[in-house]
Each structure stands twice: as structure tokens, then as C-alpha cells.
């Protein structure tokens, strides 16, 4: 009789073993780590275990992500009630700059603001090149990686050497575009291709609307 067989008389008698439970202390394999003989009942107890294991790794994994949401949840939060309490476009820039370095820990922030009535004799309204606006423009998601427009590295001052990642975040509201968010740092691994950009993409239509706000 061949492996298959026998699995497959198994699958067909599930029962065979509650008929036959001398046989389960009879048979005996070998140890899942040090390789001794060990009964089947015993051996199935080991794998329950590491069932239990990996179950117990896993649900830690969830709750550490549902915990670190519900803080990420709340800074979105203090930073909106900040948006809404300022009183004009500068209130809004500050608010802004201080939520992203304080409560995100986002080193370098800036924003330039191209399509808007009003204008401020500020660095957010400094002119930008065509370039920038068509990619911002052609933009669908934020853009999370290493920098790759040396023009909105320069927006970070005398930092700008210094950064190594970027994300990159259109602002528009109803569907017009007024500018772009960038948010960048020293550590590379810090924005990313491949990290969720939910948040980000929150913080951007927030700050769009609060913009737009005071600005018309």
C-alpha cells in the first residue's frame, strides 16, 4: 500500500482513530527538535502548540498595530482642532510645521502654495518651476521616497544636503490643485515606496481645506 493510500483511507474513515485509540499510543515519530521518538498523541500536542504560538505572536502584532493607530489617530486629531482654531493663513502654516515636527517627528517641513488668489510675501508663496507644478499635478497618491527634485530639496533650507527620503504631498481642494506639502528627513528609511499613505494622505486634505479656507 502506497503513502496516498493509506492518507487518503484516513481522510475517507475519520473515525478510524476514535475506534482504534490504543494505536495512537503505539505509533510513535520523531521529536519536531531534537529528533526523538515521541508518541503521536504527544506529537500532536507540540503542534497545537506551535499553533498557539504563532496565533498568540500574531494577535500581539495586531494589537501593537490597533495601539499605534489609535495614537496616530489621535495626533490627526489635535492637528485638526489646531487647523481649525487658526485664523489665518500663517496660523495655519505654524500649525502645521509645529504638529508634523512635534507630534510626528517630521524634521524638515515646507509648503508652496502656487494657485491661489491671494498671496502672502512669504517663503510658501516663493515662485516654483513648471516642472514642479506638472509633476504635483500629475500626482494621485503622496510620493514617499528618496528625493528626486533637487528644487523641493531646496525648500529645506540649509537641510537640504542632509536629506535622504521625502514625502510629497498635493494639496487640492475640490479637485484644484494649490500647491505641494513636502516633508522630508535624514534617515532614509523614513519615507519609503512601499510604506501606507493614508495618514498622509489625511493630513494632506487636511491641510488643503485649511488653506483653502483662508485663502479663498
Keep these: 500500500m502506497k503513502t496516498d493510500d493509506i492518507v487518503q483511507f484516513l481522510k475517507d474513515n475519520p473515525d478510524f482513530f476514535e475506534q482504534n485509540g490504543e494505536l495512537l499510543d503505539s505509533l510513535t ?18 503542534a497545537l502548540r506551535e499553533k498557539i504560538r504563532q496565533l498568540e505572536v500574531k494577535l500581539t502584532e495586531l494589537i501593537r498595530f490597533g495601539e ?19 485664523d489665518s493663513f500663517e496660523g495655519v502654516r505654524d500649525a502645521v510645521f509645529s504638529h508634523l515636527r512635534e507630534d510626528f517627528s517630521v524634521p524638515h517641513v515646507a509648503i508652496r502654495i502656487w494657485n491661489s488668489v491671494l498671496r502672502r510675501d512669504t517663503a510658501e508663496f516663493t515662485p ?25 530639496t531646496d525648500w529645506f533650507g540649509e537641510a537640504a544636503p542632509h536629506v535622504r527620503s521625502v514625502a510629497l504631498v498635493p494639496l487640492k481642494q475640490d479637485g484644484r490643485l494649490l500647491g505641494l506639502l513636502a516633508m522630508g528627513s535624514e534617515d532614509p528609511e523614513r ?12 493630513i494632506g486634505e487636511m491641510v488643503s481645506a485649511a488653506v483653502q479656507r483662508r485663502l479663498g
Design 29 to 46: 515519530v520523531a521529536h519536531p527538535h531534537n529528533g526523538q521518538a515521541i508518541s503521536l498523541a504527544e506529537r500532536q500536542l507540540h
Design 68 to 86: 499605534e493607530n489609535d495614537e496616530i489617530s489621535e495626533k490627526v486629531h489635535r492637528m485638526v482642532l489646531a487647523l481649525l482654531d487658526a
Design 128 to 152: 516654483v518651476s513648471e516642472d514642479i507644478r506638472f509633476f504635483a499635478g500629475d500626482m494621485r497618491r503622496p510620493f514617499c521616497g528618496s528625493p528626486a527634485h533637487v528644487e523641493i
Design 191 to 202: 519615507f519609503y515606496a512601499e510604506m501606507g499613505t493614508l495618514y498622509v494622505s489625511r
